[in-house]
């Protein structure tokens, strides 16, 4: 067919001249390259926001509390207090933070709203012994809301529960890993003593609950410490691990609200009930972000940093193409006497043009197909780095190798027919 | 056989330089006819053969190939009239240069949309013709003068045109391949029957042809039969 030996003929054309035609491809190579490398980026951290956030929840809402912005504060207010604008690093105190009466006080004014409330007090690592046997562990102080949002899979036991915090009970709720490496698989773990080494002394609890470990579970650690090494987390009741610090109340909270109730309507009641308790306080303030919000937020700054370098990479496509057209037009003039010949040899201006457009064709194709595989292993580098499986799309792909053919196509046109409208007789007596 | 009556070419028509190229042609040329046409640089000769070689149309009069009229064909019929019906031989070969000699003997079948194999076929018989049977693969960069001029000889022929029109022929290269080339039209003439009209120049190429026209001015000074000296 007479498509083929068009081909021929432009790949001839290229290895006769592969610097040329390797710079005229520059622009779409790193045009295509930058679009499937973003577009493949882009996919995977978003399936992994998406994962990220059906694993915290969407219906969860943090609760924390801040310090007042200063910039916009009551000017007379920072004049009293000069050193205020410095205080970013002063920790709040007592009185300023979420005491349990606040939290219990709102559970009850909402309680058709309200799953449950979820406190976490970390208190660093620490290591289960028993002679011999160890496992390391982060030891966290809990209440009993911890498990529903934070999706602990109990798998023996119960979890901690308000007894527990109400009477500082010294009880535990480890991972079945702990209970693989302290126990063995022989012993019901379950009313057993463990003895707990932290910084602070050495402490002994009796475990109540196994949980299912996950990765998730020891975000750092999984990957850098051998399986037996890995931290798990030990939960106790949160009022127990609060007993030796001087700061009884809680800066933060997880409110999960039930799966019927509007989270962005109930985010801003929350922001109304407990900003009344921060009205006179000189200081600090309580900030409520619900997740959903937060990562529809992360995901649209994302979507507009693909579409900036989206555009980026349009434009390198259209210098891409004038490059393929302006190379066109030279190899057209440089070519003048062929293109004579050839009509004297019974080409049509049809032929000619279509030689000359799968000519530009091939160059854009070539380079788009370059720009596709460098594009893929870009994406693929980019998403390890940021932590995300790489996902590449078939449409995409197909779409991007039959885009960088269209270039070729249109930047090429004008060229084609300007080398088909050649006069064959000024063509031929062409120097 | 071609046919030229009352063939005029003019250019600048209506304004003060108008050029008369050519001014009241006639001719016949039978098949299997060899034919010189001479004249001076200037004479009109080069008009003649655009003309003759369907690459341009004339001012007025007629012009046929077997009796078709190709004077008033538009651009894509004469494309078609070039690549069935004539076969062109430049002075500086104008092969492509990054086919080999079989593919260049090729691209004219390509552009009639003859097959394929029928195309190598063909090819590989008209170089044997022209004594290149053991040159096919090889680049016109790798081909002496002589050797890329019966590359194209073979090429002139691939379509069995009506006539072979040769422009300046051996005028690129020395007499002694210049009469190899002149031997080469001569074993053509005899072997496939062809038509063949060279436009040169030089008295000796004419010499060894059967027909000698001489144009100057834009008309025919003369037409004489001549016998071929081999």
Redesign the interface.
């Known amino acids: 067919m ?1 498509f083929k ?1 068009n081909m021929v ?1 432009a790949l ?2 290229l290895r ?1 001249n592969k610097m040329r035609a390797f710079l005229t491809m520059l622009g779409i190579i790193i045009g295509i390259a930058s679009v499937i490398a973003i577009i493949s980026v882009g996919d995977s951290l978003s399936s992994s926001i998406t994962t990220e956030m059906q694993s915290i929840g969407t219906n969860n809402i943090r609760i924390m509390v801040r310090e007042k912005d200063n910039k916009f504060g009551n000017p007379r207010n920072r004049m009293n207090n000069p050193g205020s604008m410095l205080s970013s690093g002063a920790s709040a105190e007592d009185k300023d933070l979420i005491t349990i009466e606040m939290l219990e006080a709102f559970q009850e004014r909402f309680k058709d709203q309200v799953a449950a409330i979820s406190l976490n007090e970390s208190r660093g690592t620490g290591q289960v012994k028993d002679e011999r046997l160890y496992a390391n562990v982060t030891v966290s102080g809990v209440n009993p809301g911890y498990i529903s949002v934070n999706n602990v899979e109990l798998i023996n036991g119960r979890f901690i529960n308000d007894r527990d915090t109400a009477g500082r009970k010294s009880v535990a709720v480890v991972s079945d890993k702990l209970v693989k490496n302290i126990f063995g698989s022989s012993i019901n773990p379950i009313g057993q003593e463990i003895k707990l080494y932290e910084t602070s002394g050495i402490k002994t609890y009796i475990v109540v609950g196994v949980y299912k470990y996950t990765d998730s579970d020891s975000f750092f650690g999984a990957s850098s410490t051998s399986e037996k090494d890995a931290q798990t987390s030990i939960y106790i009741p949160i009022t127990l691990a609060k007993q030796d610090t001087t700061i009884k109340n809680y800066s933060s909270a997880i409110i999960m609200s039930k799966t019927n109730v509007d989270t962005d309507k109930f985010t801003k009641d929350i922001e109304e009930y407990f900003s009344k308790y921060y009205e006179t306080n000189p200081k600090w303030e309580v900030s409520v972000i619900n997740m959903a919000s937060q990562i529809e937020t992360a995901s649209s700054m994302l979507s507009s940093v693909s579409l900036a370098i989206t555009i980026i990479a349009a434009i390198s496509l259209l210098v891409g193409g004038i490059g393929v057209m302006n190379i066109m037009l030279v190899s057209v003039t440089e070519r003048t ?2 293109i ?10 049809f ?1 000619i043009r279509m030689q000359f457009i799968t000519e530009a064709m091939i160059i854009a194709l070539v380079g788009g197909l370059i720009g596709l595989v460098l594009g893929l292993l870009l994406g693929t580098l980019g998403s390890n780095l940021l932590g995300a499986a790489p996902s590449f799309s078939l449409p995409t792909i197909v779409l991007t190798v039959a885009f960088s053919m269209a270039i070729g196509v249109f930047f090429g046109y004008y060229p084609a027919s300007k080398a088909a409208q050649l006069d ?2 000024d063509a ?1 007596r062409y120097e | 056989m071609i046919e030229v009556k009352n063939l005029e070419k003019k250019y600048f028509i209506n304004t003060p330089n108008e050029l008369r190229a050519l001014d009241n042609i006639n001719l016949k040329i039978e098949d299997g006819e060899f034919v010189a046409l001479v004249g001076a640089s200037g004479s009109g000769k080069s008009t003649f053969m ?1 003309i003759v ?1 369907a ?2 149309r004339p001012t007025s009069g007629e012009y046929l190939i077997d009796g078709v009229p190709v004077h008033s064909m538009t ?2 019929e004469l ?2 009239i ?3 019906k004539i076969g ?1 031989i ?1 002075q500086s070969f ?1 092969l ?1 240069g ?2 080999n000699a079989l593919k260049n003997v090729e ?2 079948m ?3 949309g003859i097959t394929a194999k029928e195309r190598t076929k063909r090819a590989k018989e008209l170089l044997e013709l022209v004594e290149m049977g053991d040159r096919v693969h090889h680049l016109p960069n790798e081909l002496s003068g002589g050797q890329k001029q019966r590359v194209a000889i073979a ?1 002139s022929l691939v ?1 069995d045109p009506s006539i072979i029109l040769a422009d300046e022929p051996t005028g690129a290269l020395d007499s002694k391949t210049g009469d190899i080339v002149m031997n080469i039209f001569k074993k053509v003439h005899k072997e496939k029957k062809k038509t063949i009209l060279i436009i040169t120049h030089s008295i000796e190429v004419a010499q060894m042809t059967q027909r000698i026209i001489t144009i100057r001015d834009g008309r025919i000074l003369s037409d004489v039969p001549n016998t071929p000296i081999s």
């Open positions: 007479f030996e003929l001839e054309s006769s006497r062929e004579g010949t050839r009509k004297a040899l019974g080409a049509k201006n032929h064959p007789i031929l | 655009n070689g690459l341009d651009q894509n494309s078609d070039r690549g069935k062109f430049f104008n492509m990054r086919s691209l004219p390509l552009y009639a090429r379509n």
